[in-house]
Structures are given as structure tokens and as C-alpha cells.
Nanobody
Framework: VQLQASGGGLVQAGGSLRLSCAAF????????MGWFRQAPGKERLFVAA????????DYAEAVKGRFTISRDNAKKTVYLQMGSLEPEDTAVYYC?????????????????WGQGTQVTVSS
């Protein structure tokens, strides 16, 4: 499984961005997907996750109500719509794939990782 994240950039506080993660795999619908983020000098943290067919989603408390995860299995792509961005959201965002169904919050559930895309929110 190869994952390619895109859509990061520089945005002002209060703005929005949509991240995309394209998967190069035959059976994308058999992987739950997640987004994680890592700020400089800090550990990689869970942001959002979605089950095989989008039937379940979960979010970190810090992003609930501001971020939305979705997927398009026909396009083999998962999205992270980010709104009301705050400087604290600045990080490298990684998409990841897990062979287990459900909205997995645990980083160890994810077997495959994309290269990351930088999101910078200015105040």
C-alpha cells in the first residue's frame, strides 16, 4: 500500500484547508484510514479516523467540530476538511491505513503511512 498526502500549505488563523490522501492499493475499501499530525519536537498524535465504508468516524478532542474526515472508495482517496484553523494546528499531517475495520485511534493499528504534508497556520 502506498499513500500520497497533499493539500497542505500556509493559511491564516480561522481559515480552512482540505487535505487529500490518495491510496495506491487494489482493495482500498478494506482499509480503515486515519490522519495523524506531528508538531516539531513532539510525538505524532491522532487527529481523525474513518472505517472501511465511512460508517464510523472518530476525532481527537482538539479538532472535534472543526475537522471532518471522509473517504471516496471509488477514487481511493481519504480527505480531511479542516476549518477554524488555529496556530496550534500547525504540524506535518500524515495519512495512514489500517487493515482493521473501525475508526482506529491507536497509532499501532496503522501499518502503512504516507509521506506527510505540512500545514502552517499563522496568527
Amino acid at each position: 500500500v502506498q499513500l500520497q498526502a497533499s493539500g497542505g500549505g500556509l493559511v491564516q488563523a480561522g481559515g480552512s484547508l482540505r487535505l487529500s490522501c490518495a491510496a495506491f492499493v487494489r482493495t482500498f475499501s478494506l482499509y480503515s484510514m486515519g490522519w495523524f499530525r506531528q508538531a516539531p519536537g513532539k510525538e505524532r498524535l491522532f487527529v481523525a479516523a474513518i472505517g472501511w465504508h465511512g460508517e464510523s468516524t472518530d476525532y481527537a478532542e482538539a479538532v472535534k467540530g472543526r475537522f471532518t474526515i471522509s473517504r471516496d472508495n471509488a477514487k481511493k482517496t481519504v480527505y480531511l476538511q479542516m476549518g477554524s484553523l488555529e496556530p496550534e494546528d500547525t504540524a506535518v499531517y500524515y495519512c495512514a491505513a489500517s487493515p482493521w475495520n473501525g475508526s482506529n485511534k491507536d497509532i499501532i493499528a496503522y501499518k502503512y503511512w504516507g509521506q506527510g504534508t505540512q500545514v502552517t497556520v499563522s496568527s
